[in-house]
């Protein structure tokens, strides 16, 4: 393993002002890193599926989508779900920063930026993430096949909407958040599910309930709470509709059966 003070490598830049980058490009030039440069969001999903890089330096707010639907997006494929994600923002916000670091990236440094900080960081995180994955999880990851973007759509709203059932996001945030619009994510439901994304946020409501229920631990008024229904009558009436015994007959047909 070579010193991090040493490490080099190929790093996608992603930044709607890429001019803004150019005392960084100069420096990671000089030390003798790869570099792609993207000004694109929707295009740095694709491109870093396509080029592979070792990490990726993302801008937080950018026009046609914000670099949290882009790492969100990172997330869900096999190809990139493992690159080290640093944000490079003039945003100060504590927010945005928490929520950046949430959705995976293991960064943030704040614009105006000292272009030979942000090589330290990338040389640290390069180190970390090279020991953490091997020789040999590299070359199993370079033979992964590149995600559709209705794949990583799909992923991204699906982890969205199980991350908090009980108080999922409206279907516009749902939208935002997965690197599209409305009008595409329905369409992407209805062709992947068969169903309306408010028809599988209460499918996917009734799944998790059904864990709950085999493992006993939750009292069903509990369960009903958890998983979004209003009450355990609304939840009772729902859960016998798509199952056809009642939460409190399935936990006892569930226990009958572990003995």
Known sequence: MKEASSLTGHVLLVDDRP???RPLIRVLTREGFRLSVVAAARKAVYQAQLVRPDIIVLDLHMPDMDGLAVCRLLRESPV??????IFLSSSTSVDDRLAGLKWGAVDFVVKPYTAEEVLARLRIHLSLAWRAMGQESAE???LQPVASADELVLRAASRLIFDDLANPPSLSDIAK???THEKRLLKVFREHFGMTVFA???HARLQRAKEL???GLVSIEDIAALVGFSG???FATAFKAQEGVTPRAYRQQARASEV
């Open 80 to 85: 990139t779900q493992e690159i080290p994600v």
């Open 200 to 202: 599988y946020i209460r």
């Open 213 to 215: 229920l085999a493992e």
């Open 177 to 179: 958040a997965s690197g």
């Open 232 to 234: 355990s009558a609304n």
């Open 19 to 21: 001019e803004e980058l």
């Open 140 to 142: 199993e990851t370079s």
